[in-house]
């Protein structure tokens, strides 16, 4: 995906102020780390095996469970252990033949003419008698992790309805993480006869929803995984189930965070600013030595605390940390108050002078244009960056939808997509970060949280929090979310703004080295 982002030629920034001679020594110091090389700092219980043409074809992971060693096999899609072979022949005796007689087999090991060898066995669904599931699993790995929810990959169900047997639908999980899945289903008009419909579920999240795909339903059966996708290559964005693994500078940024937030404690209207001093930012005053000693924690000590922030000058302080190591300086407080693209209705127009209700949202936009003027040595205006994130990769469903929260199964309401100014849905932040983070590894978010209180539908754009999606090298998929200088689970930070939408500015990571907040 190729972003193209606007600017104004021969125009100064009010951001920073960039001189020629501080540019060489950042140059010179880029040039002295590309000497020594980037740091080797992949997990060292990892190792990427090479197949014979040279490409990638596993990653293994060796790790020690309760003093026993453990190994997972994590493969690219197109190396994954594919059952067809194995289904193919087992189609007459637990696909089509009657329920009564599946239901007595017991279970079997099946290997193909390549070595791999797969468990067939069956069981009545956990919520529902009424369905019987059917798997094919690959014998590649122990999976056997506690602290990982994890499924072998290639996994492959077929799901029948008790009592007629008919196929209801067919599960398959190409990639190790559970909330990523491939869902196929018999037509079920007459007008479709012929047809299947493909779903692609992301967490709580239909990618695409009711696709049809030229092929009957027991077809499938035996159809292998990669033909799969050359039938559904035009439609579905089969780079979901390869998403990067590499040492990300998301992940990089979010442990530099994690070790230094520790300077910080939580203040309203506090900010640092463009010298690196905490001040206020409704009226830039010096945050007293009071202020600050009454907001630090019993384990903080005031030699170590910098200042006070809150979730606006917490964003600015991370924004601060790639723009002055180049620039020399961090951002303006009153420039990043400027007003942005925002809706001028009878609505906003009693409010705005008063409530300040685009403050957030001009905020991180602002920001964003800040660090974007800092890659691109121009200056950037907000309206013109491309950076507001509109992108709508979902299916819209807008009935609710009913979600596995593990113990039970709870209603949400449908994805709606991107609202203008309002953004997202908080509820399907995960699913969208995912995303984001496999087309766009290198970028992190600025997100503006807003909600339309009981009494008036006017949205307050008041609360900030960062957000820095990432793979690890287990390829299982991490969203570190700060707001106020504090980190926040992703489930507490969902469920606490449930009911919220969030604008998300988009901020490309600096280079290695360029990052000190």
């Not at 997990?43 to 469970?65: L, W």
């Not at 070595?115 to 009424?130: I, L, P, R, W």
């Not at 997100?447 to 090298?473: K, Q």
């Not at 504090?486 to 998300?504: G, R, S």
Request: glycine share 6%.
């Amino acid at each position: 995906m190729i972003r193209k982002y606007r600017y104004h030629k021969g125009m100064k920034s009010d951001y920073f102020r960039m001189t020629s001679h501080l540019i060489k020594r950042v140059l010179f110091c880029i040039s002295i780390a590309a000497a020594f090389g980037a740091d080797a700092s992949a997990p060292n219980f990892t190792a990427v095996n090479k197949g014979a043409d040279g490409e990638s074809a596993a990653v293994t992971v060796e790790t020690v469970i309760d003093g026993k060693p453990k190994t997972v096999h994590l493969y690219p899609f197109d190396q994954i252990p594919d059952s067809a072979e194995v289904r193919k022949s087992i189609t007459a005796s637990w696909f089509s033949a009657p329920l009564e007689k599946v239901i007595k087999r017991s279970s079997e090991l099946h290997t193909d003419l390549k070595g791999n060898s797969f468990t067939v066995s069956g069981k009545y669904a956990e919520n529902s008698k009424d369905v019987y599931i059917i798997s094919i699993v690959p014998d590649i790995t122990d999976y056997n992790l506690p602290e990982y929810n994890l499924v072998p990959q290639g996994t492959w169900r077929l799901y029948r309805r008790v009592g007629t047997g008919a196929p209801l639908l067919i599960k398959i999980y190409p990639r190790e993480n559970p909330a990523l899945s491939i869902s196929l289903r018999p037509a079920s008009q007459k007008a479709y006869s012929g047809k299947s419909f493909i779903d692609i579920c992301l967490f709580n999240a239909y990618v695409c929803k009711d696709v049809a795909i030229g092929v009957p339903f027991e077809t499938l059966y035996h159809i292998s995984l990669s033909r799969l996708k050359e039938l559904t290559q035009a439609i579905i964005p089969w780079d979901l189930f390869n998403p990067p693994r590499y040492n990300s500078p998301i992940k990089a940024m979010s442990r530099i965070v994690e070790n230094l937030h520790y300077g910080l404690v939580p203040m309203k209207d506090a900010c640092f600013d463009h010298d690196g001093k905490p001040v206020h930012i409704s009226n830039s005053q010096p945050q007293t030595e009071l202020e600050i000693s009454m907001a630090m924690n019993i384990d903080q000590i005031r030699a170590e605390v910098r200042g006070g922030v809150d979730s606006a000058g917490f964003a600015k302080w991370i924004i601060d940390g790639m723009v002055r190591p180049v620039a020399g300086q961090g951002t303006v407080i009153e420039s990043l108050k400027r007003a942005t693209g925002v809706p001028k209705t009878h609505f906003t127009n009693p409010y705005i002078d008063t409530e300040n209700v685009f403050f957030g949202l001009d905020w991180i936009r602002n920001l964003g244009a800040a660090a974007l003027s800092l890659n691109l040595n121009r200056t950037v205006y907000p309206d013109s960056s491309g950076l507001d994130v509109t992108d709508c990769p979902f299916a819209l469903t807008g009935a609710a939808v009913s979600v596995s929260t593990g113990k039970e199964s709870v209603k949400r309401s449908g994805f709606l997509g991107y609202q203008q100014y309002a953004g997202y849905q908080v509820s399907y932040l995960l699913p969208l970060l995912y995303y984001f983070a496999v087309i766009e590894s290198d970028h992190f978010y600025l997100a503006c949280i807003n909600s339309a209180p009981v009494s008036t539908e006017l949205r307050m754009y008041d609360r900030i929090a960062v957000l820095f999606p990432y793979f690890d090298g287990w390829g299982e998929f991490h969203v570190d979310i700060y707001e106020n200088g504090v980190q926040i689970p992703v489930d507490e930070f969902i469920e606490k703004n449930k009911d919220a939408y969030a604008a998300l500015v988009r901020v490309r990571a600096p280079e290695e080295g360029l990052f000190n907040p």
